[in-house]
């Protein structure tokens, strides 16, 4: 498989892109897209077969069961970020190995508890970001992986983008 199909297979919706100034409108729209992603992917796994849960987006891709249970992972670890940086000065998050999680046990089991986890969570989470002031979303979190420090601003839109992309890779999945 050529590198650009594979890279268009794994980043169906593109890379993130911070956007050069950060309106309300834009941080607003994401906090939309993280309140509404628990229903958007229940809506797209609810009537698929046991079978179909080994689907993936692409050969050597997580399978839609891994990438439902990544999310609830991805997604909790997110949310303790976020909650570390509005009540800590600039923490250092700890990073984990997202890949060895999604080949643990509790990533093979059926995937109600994690779209159960994603709804409570991502209820919680909006109600958080709605709250909100202008100066809580300059506060900042260092990701010692990338040595880069972020803003929850960012981290509202990198967010947002997590949830479009691997939607779009459980939609990807049903299609092959």
Request: aromatic share 10%.
């Amino acid at each position: 498989m050529l590198k650009d199909q594979l890279e268009k297979l794994r980043y169906p919706i593109g890379k993130f892109s911070q956007p050069e100034n950060i309106t309300q409108e834009t941080i607003d729209s994401w906090i939309n897209t993280i309140a509404k992603f628990p229903e958007y992917l229940k809506n797209e796994v609810q009537k698929l077969q046991e079978k179909d849960l080994e689907l993936t987006y692409r050969e050597g891709g997580w399978t839609i069961r891994q990438l439902v249970h990544h999310c609830a992972d991805s997604h909790m670890n997110s949310f303790i970020r976020f909650k570390l940086a509005l009540t800590e000065d600039t923490p250092t998050i700890k990073p984990y190995k997202e890949d060895k999680w999604a080949c643990l046990a509790d990533s093979l089991q059926p995937i109600e508890s994690s779209i159960k986890i994603l709804e409570g969570l991502h209820q919680r989470w909006a109600t958080l970001l709605e709250s909100l002031s202008e100066e809580d979303f300059k506060k900042q979190f260092i990701n010692p992986e990338s040595k880069k420090v972020i803003s929850i601003e960012t981290a509202i839109g990198i967010y947002a983008w997590h949830c479009n992309h691997h939607l779009t890779h459980v939609i990807n999945a049903k299609k092959l």
